[in-house]
């Protein structure tokens, strides 16, 4: 009787054990496919973009990723509204988007740290196009190097501008463009967040909680607005060289921002959460894996992320002094 009570139990730890790596095999095999056709397929199999309206609108387009995707959309067909700070900066965009991709520009000035009274004039300065695609890009992280919540300079300063520009901007600019593209049944809203929104992350916290906001933004409103044609795609980048990370050197971790948004702009229609290139997706997953988050959160994971940023310093200090900034 004991002996037949012993095989009837290995059998069916056998039989657990099976059916867990069978779980793990699919569920890693599922992944993989889809890592293919996400970043490397969609290289020759995309949707076409042009196909969505005859505008893109780019928050943020005079810089970095935002002037990358103005670039590479206008690049695919469309005429491209770019939103920003400095009047400068934009008409250059501008100018050299005319120049090089043959397609119309639009521009308009705002400041989205300012709040909710500039989306009246955006509005109108909007009315009329007929919109494709929305990115919102626009985002701000702390003016000095990653460090604890308090020790951000002007701190109260820092927390409204932040929310205001990373995380107001996107349902405010969806608010503005959503109705029409709904009219013609067609859209998409692209929505830049972050790696840093995919956890909560000590040292960049109110960054990655604006980030997390347009994460769940994004992906709760696919679900509502897809049946009605509009697909919103959240990118959450690892690191691209640009002025936000102070122009931190290219390699294989590090995508330069034309590059990085050729490939993300491909996984349009086919992902709804991107890390945007199969770099980044690589280290999303290693880093996930690797670091979880109650490593992420303990003393020694935010000691261990100290040393890094202290490190870092001496590079920032020299990219400040060359570009004259703050
Ligand atoms: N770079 C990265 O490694 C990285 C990683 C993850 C996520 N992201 C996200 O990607 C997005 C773009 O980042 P980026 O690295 O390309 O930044 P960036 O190089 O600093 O460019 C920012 C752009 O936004 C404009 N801008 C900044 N503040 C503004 C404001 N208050 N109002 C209006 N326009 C403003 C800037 O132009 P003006 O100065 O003329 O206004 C510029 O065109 C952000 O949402 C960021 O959080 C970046």
């Known amino acids: 009787m004991f002996f037949l009570t012993n095989i009837f139990q290995d059998s069916v730890f056998a039989q657990i054990g099976a059916l867990t790596c069978l779980y793990y095999m699919v569920k890693f095999s599922w992944n993989l496919l889809s890592g293919i056709r996400i970043y490397v397929l969609s290289k020759f199999w995309r949707i076409d973009l042009s196909y969505f309206g005859e505008w893109a609108v780019v928050t943020g387009a005079t810089n970095g990723i935002g002037k990358a995707y103005a670039h590479e959309l206008a690049r695919r067909g469309l ?36 709040g909710p009274d500039i989306y009246g004039p955006i509005e109108a300065a909007l009315k009329d196009l007929n919109i494709g695609i929305l990115v919102n890009n626009v985002g701000k992280t702390y003016d000095v190097l990653p460090c604890y919540f308090l020790n951000v300079p002007n701190v109260r300063k820092a927390i409204t501008d932040i929310m205001n520009c990373n995380a107001l901007s996107v349902p405010m600019m969806t608010s503005i463009v959503l109705p029409q593209m709904l009219e013609r049944k067609k859209g998409v809203v692209i929505n830049i967040s972050s790696e840093a929104g995919s956890h909560p992350h000590p040292m960049l916290t109110m960054y990655a909680a604006t980030k997390v906001f347009v994460n769940f933004f994004s992906r709760a409103l696919n679900a509502e607005y897809k049946p009605q044609g509009i697909i919103t795609q959240c990118v959450m980048p690892l690191v691209v060289s640009t002025n936000l990370t102070h122009d931190t050197e290219v390699n294989s971790f590090v995508k330069q921002a034309d590059d990085y948004v050729r490939e993300a702009v491909n996984t349009v229609g086919i992902t709804e959460l991107a890390s945007g290139c199969l770099s980044h997706a690589l280290q999303h997953f290693f880093v996930d894996n690797l670091f979880p988050e109650w490593f992420r959160l303990s003393q020694f994971g935010i000691n261990m992320l100290h040393k890094m940023i202290e490190k870092r310093k001496p590079a920032v200090e020299k990219w400040r002094k060359k570009y004259k900034t703050n």
């Open 79 to 114: 005429n491209i509204v770019l939103i920003s700070r400095s009047l400068e900066k934009l008409n250059a965009t501008a100018k050299e988007i005319e120049q090089q991709q043959g397609k119309k520009t639009k521009i308009v000035q705002a400041d989205f740290t300012s």
